[in-house]
């Protein structure tokens, strides 16, 4: 978890009720050093009800690496509508003034505990464990384009550390490096119960869905043509994104992703924000493709 400077906040500060006039202080620039994890509730909702308890207790599991306030849309309307909340409950996490990640509806426990630990993540948290070093060793073998050796060191790591998250998800990647979906799925389904949830494998799963989107995507020439004769075309744009994501543009891929959003962010059932925050699952939390996106995103949500 990520350590905070001058010990951990006591559990009391961590969790707030805030007004629609507190939103600005206590989210936007409170989340200048840790993220804020944003609970939108209203007192008639009973999946709220459910929903929120759990969420307390994930937050101060994480001891102190992130915070929590609780707005009631009720009571904070013109906020809510700012972020187009159409149903409730709603949670969205900030860092640094913009959205990190979120999601609609109760979730279980494991969930929760999972979208806490994520968020944490992305804002540079980090678990620690005797088996960093060789993971850190068997990522760099992975980005260099070893993925054979990665695969084995990732492999050795399980043996002594089986529920090893980050080595699990490493060995996913790996073989989905080697063109091996198949065995990529395997190893993905076969993750232990425990760690199922983990944000290295959410990140392992999204990888893998656009592996295999990869496999269907078209010509990157032929779709950028289409799509400069008709610009409106929004699933040559969309089947244009997976093309070049698929040949290693991933900036690409978000610029016309973000392009179809800005124009519709509703066509095809929202598909455009769910295939970018499948690309931002992907790549690395602090990787700038995720970073500019995410950030270009939020400004589109907030206009």
């Known amino acids: 978890m990520l350590e905070l400077g001058g010990g951990q906040p006591a559990a009391d500060n961590l969790i707030k009720d805030i007004s629609e006039a507190e939103f600005m202080a206590e989210v936007v620039d ?24 759990m969420l307390v207790d994930a937050v101060k599991a994480a001891k102190g690496a992130v915070k929590m306030v609780k707005v009631n849309v009720d009571e904070a309307q013109q906020i809510a509508g700012q972020l187009r909340i159409q149903s409730i409950p709603t949670v969205y996490a900030f860092f ?4 990190l990640d979120g ?10 505990k999972a979208f806490v630990d994520r968020v944490v993540q992305a804002a540079g948290g980090d678990a620690s464990g005797g088996l960093d070093d060789a993971v850190a060793a068997a990522e ?20 002594e550390d089986p529920a090893n998250a ?13 063109d091996d979906l198949e065995q990529a799925e395997a190893i993905l389904n076969g993750a232990p119960v425990e760690i199922s949830k983990a944000p290295e494998l959410e990140a392992a799963h999204a990888a893998l869905e656009l592996a ?21 075309d929004k ?19 978000v610029d016309q992703l973000l392009e179809i959003f800005r124009s519709d962010r509703e066509w095809n059932d929202g598909a455009a924000k769910a295939q970018l925050f499948t690309i931002f699952e992907a790549l690395k ?10 950030r270009k995103l939020s400004s589109m949500i907030f206009a």
């Open 30 to 53: 409170g989340s200048a050093e840790v993220p804020v994890i944003v609970d939108f509730w209203a007192p008639w909702c009973g999946p709220c009800k459910t929903l929120g308890p």
């Open 96 to 99: 640094k003034g913009q959205p």
């Open 103 to 112: 999601f609609q509806g109760a979730l279980p426990q494991s969930e929760l």
């Open 140 to 159: 760099e073998m992975l980005d260099q384009g070893a993925a054979v050796d990665a695969a084995q060191t990732f492999a050795a790591i399980l043996e």
């Open 166 to 178: 980050a080595a699990y998800a490493g060995l996913v990647r790996a073989h989905i490096a080697m």
């Open 212 to 232: 295999k989107q990869a496999a269907d995507a078209g010509p990157v020439a032929e779709l950028t043509a289409k799509v400069e004769a008709d610009p409106e």
């Open 235 to 253: 699933q040559a744009r969309f089947d244009l994104a997976q093309a070049m994501y698929a040949n290693g543009d991933a900036a690409g891929a």
């Open 285 to 294: 939390p602090n990787d700038p493709v995720a970073l500019n996106g995410r």
